[in-house]
């Protein structure tokens, strides 16, 4: 009886551990979902070797900070999201909903988040300052430059999620 609970004991770990070390090693860090030609899980790894660019954001003091990041519209045409010259149409009425790991969420339309549109450049940051976002914030937040509150500068970002407006 003892050696059989040992043993399942024993596997129990082994299981527990394979899972982990699974997970540590290619953790998902967003998920790119909705009205997107390939729904997308995205890991931290990849975000890190993707194009880096900066992006400055005042903090709710008014203090001006520099973030580190990937342009949301890389992260975007991983998904096959209608940007660029295929945001004409009906696709002007799509919106991307942000949602973080506390719950809150915002709301963008496609247009206010494209190059063709704008020149303003939403990042994901993973940096701050250079050094990583401090707990509780990261491991990614959206920086939203230009905006007099960073209200939609949302931190512990998870998923975003493409979808039409409708009445
Ligand atoms: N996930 C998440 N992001 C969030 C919030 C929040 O409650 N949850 N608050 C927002 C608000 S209202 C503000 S003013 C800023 C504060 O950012 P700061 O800490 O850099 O000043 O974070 C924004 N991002
Ligand atoms: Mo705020």
Not at 80 to 91: A, D, R, S, Y
Not at 96 to 124: H, M, P, W
Not at 133 to 138: A, D, I, Q, T, Y
């Amino acid at each position: 009886m003892k050696t059989r609970l040992f043993f399942l004991l024993l596997s129990t770990c082994l299981l527990t551990k394979a899972a982990w070390t699974q997970n540590k090693d290619n953790p998902v860090a967003l998920a790119i979902n909705g009205e997107v030609k390939a729904p997308t899980k995205i890991t931290a790894a990849e975000i890190l070797g993707m194009k880096q660019t900066p992006a400055m954001l005042k903090d709710r003091d008014g203090k001006e900070h520099t973030y580190t990041g990937v342009p949301i519209q890389d992260l975007l045409n991983k998904a096959g999201v209608t940007t660029g010259k295929q945001l004409h149409g009906e696709n002007l009425a799509k919106y991307l909903l942000v949602k973080c790991a506390d719950g809150y969420e915002v709301v963008f339309s496609l247009a206010e988040l494209d190059n063709e549109f704008t020149d303003r450049q939403v990042i994901l940051a993973h940096q701050v300052d250079g050094g990583p976002l401090p707990s509780g914030k990261g491991p990614f937040r959206l920086v939203v430059p230009g905006e007099k509150r960073p209200a939609r500068s949302c931190f512990q970002v998870v998923e975003m999620v493409v979808r039409f407006a409708k009445d």
